[in-house]
């Protein structure tokens, strides 16, 4: 029975987020926390939207096998946006083909409810459950392609992508048919990454409340675990620690037309030549015209402090004066950017 999520689905769901084996093809098991967290996002999620992912209940003992449903994808690839079908059961249901069973109903809900155009799903080549389920549920083989939420290098980075049409559209088409419509655009926001290493706590809150306010969508990336507001368009993403992974991962995903608060200036400098804004948490610009005097600035007193000619010295506390400077700047690129 697929039903909506209830109270006392949380144990067997942090249960079934604990089970490594069942977590063999995510990065990790979620522990108590971030399966609470997991749990009020489904919920979230379902009453914004108007349709989610379900709770999998087994009807002749009441038990929660697991989840299966549709879901948006909350980053950017070349595919999205779209809908997308997924799975997970708890492994005492493996192997007879509830998954399936769930699956093709969701589907069935999909394409004749919802009149969705298509639907997606996409797993790494190592799970072979997973897609082996798609197959037999319809879905064809699209490509490849790198999961944007890990980070270069990493041995799960790779997914394969399938996808099935509504029969109902395929089968009124004409003999050559067009490529599947698009799905309605989720109206875009203007997205800020945050550098999150040494960023104010108060440059974060303040971007956190813009985005909370639906005005832009916001991505944190680190090196480390940091803790985020529950919202559908505030993420972050953790990368592998080492030297300058965070500013690559920035380099490599921040687009023109974004914003970056960084206060690194040669990782300012890297994305300025880029094309993308980058504002500090001061709420000072770097552009085209300054940031090289501001890289060579920052390297003299480098040097000079290595070489003992300037003690002490750095950036002035963080104070309520420069939060608001730095509010003022990001309004003034929201307005511009919108």
Known sequence: MLRPWQERDREPLAALNADPEVMAHFPAPLDRAASDAMFDELR????????????????????????????????????????????????????????????????RWAFEDLALPRVVSFTVP???????????????????????????????????????????????????????????????????????????????EIVYRAAQRGVIAVTLVANRPVVTPRHPRIDSVVVNRGLDVADDYLVAHARPGSLVVTSDVPLAAELVRGGVAVVSARGEWF????????????????????????????????????????????????????
Not at 64 to 91: K, N, Q, Y
Not at 298 to 325: C, L, S, V, Y
Not at 326 to 334: G, S
Request: charged content about 20%; some cysteine.
């Open 44 to 107: 979230l999620r379902a009453a914004r939207q108007g349709f989610g992912v379900f709770a999998v209940e087994h009807r002749a003992s009441r038990e929660l096998v697991g989840l299966v449903g549709l879901g948006l994808p909350a980053w950017e690839a070349h595919f999205t946006p779209a809908v997308e079908i997924a799975w997970r059961l708890a492994r005492p249901w493996w192997g007879q083909w509830l998954a399936l069973e769930a699956a093709r109903d969701t589907l």
């Open 287 to 338: 552009t085209p015209s300054n940031v090289g005097e501001k890289l060579s600035l920052r390297d003299f007193f480098t040097d000079a402090r290595a070489a003992g000619m300037i003690e002490g010295g750095g950036p002035a506390a963080f104070d309520a004066k420069a939060g608001r400077t730095f509010a003022n700047a990001l309004d003034r690129w929201i307005a511009t950017a919108r």
């Open 126 to 204: 190592a799970n072979t459950r997973s897609w082996t389920l798609m197959e037999r549920l319809g879905l064809a083989r699209q490509g490849e392609f790198d999961h944007p939420k890990l980070p270069t290098g990493h041995p799960l980075q790779r997914h394969w992508l399938y996808a099935i049409d509504n029969p109902a559209a395929v089968t009124a088409a004409p003999a050559i048919l067009p490529a599947a419509p698009a799905l309605p655009a989720i109206p875009e926001r203007p997205r800020v990454w945050i550098d999150g290493d040494g960023c104010p706590r108060l440059v974060k």
